[in-house]
């Protein structure tokens, strides 16, 4: 009987031990290649490669993919998702929705009235609805927020594995591998409202679908991130501002290091990738190595990604721009020294080649061999002279080449690569 038939048989207990050679390719016990990126350095990255029999798991549901991560634990485990996996579901496998978490007599319409800048103000909100608005939030976390310890290896069976709702959070630890899976639609039902951001205030939401924090060594390959299902776009607006449901796709924060990140997807969204979370965080300063290559950035509207204080290497990656939003692609932020190469963007006609790159206290952006709609162009030359005067010049002196890395394709070959082979199911 092939695993698929035996999840489904299980489905009721929701996680399965399994042999491993009950595959006839065992993803789970692949390891990042030697030179791969920032995540090969050192003693590479594993995952649970060296996990026991009695620690690879087939999971088919919310509580046994809870069960199979132990807590986070630090045990060698592989846990195999197979089918789609909601987070937003209780014990029994019901779905869940906005309404269930809400507690302490939360409301929207109660919200927005007591927090209206028109007679609130700039304070931060405070009082019983924004106690009754954590509250909620808190009951929805302890659902969809869930933890992945060191030395471990997720990866979606087939085609279609799915984990919809959740934000897998590698927070504070080692050697892990997510690969082959759709993430999707980590969706926050209790927004808060913050005066202060931006000048007229807006919405933060909670959760990334995936987040790295002072996770080291992390290997995340053929994944596809995205809004699916719930796209910001069509949220309303509250106070002149959208309604934002959704923060990063995979944010690396607060000193992680040694990652790479290949031959994925991150598609319709807003806010894709933040390295680094804060100018103020300086002992960042030396970490944040992270690779990107051969990965597919399509609709996104900014952060592909935005680096603070991180060495890292862009190269071989797609970028398809569309919508009258869009923002940029690279952000240039504080002690960032992002080396970009042989990357392909394609973009409609009100988009231009300066607008590729956003600075923020930046000093330096490396480039080369970047095409723009097939047609190759200095990026940083462009930058600099249509910015002339309103922003700093960015020079071309990052202070390191990287090493650690395979072979480094032309951007037009890459281009064609990525949209071929990217993403979820695509593992050759």
Known sequence: MRIRQLAVAVGMLGVLCVPAHAETRDLGRDT???????????????????????HVYTVTDRAGLVRALDGGSDTPKIIRIAGTIDANTDDDGDRLDCADYATGGYSLKKYLAAYDPRTWGAAKPSGPQEEARQASA??????????????????GLGEKAVLKGASLQVRNAHNVIIRNLELRDAYDCFPAWQPNTGGLGDWKAAYDNLWLAGATHVWVDHITASDRGH????????????????????????????????WSRFADHDKAMLIGNSDTATGDRGRLRVTLHHNAFESVV??????????????????????????????????????????????????EVADLVKSWNGSALHQSGTLFNGFPVDLLMIYNAYNSGSERDLTDDVGWTPVLHGPVDSAAAADRAVARGAGAGRIP
């Open 138 to 155: 808190a009951r929805q976390a302890e659902r969809i927020a869930l933890p992945v310890g060191s030395n471990t290896t997720i990866v």
């Open 32 to 54: 990042l290649p030697a030179n791969d990126g920032w995540a090969a350095e050192g003693e590479g990255t594993t995952g649970g490669a060296a996990a026991d029999a009695g």
């Open 302 to 351: 900014q952060r592909a990604p935005r680096v603070r204080f991180g060495q890292v290497h862009v190269y071989n990656n797609r970028y398809d721009i569309t919508g009258d939003d869009y923002r940029y692609s690279l952000g240039v932020s504080t002690g960032s020294r992002i080396h970009a190469e042989n990357n392909a963007f394609h973009a409609p006609g009100h988009v």
């Open 231 to 262: 796209p910001d776009a069509k949220e309303p607006t509250y106070f002149a501002r959208n309604y934002l449901r959704h923060d990063g796709l995979l944010d690396i924060t607060n000193g992680s290091d040694l990652v790479t990140v290949s």
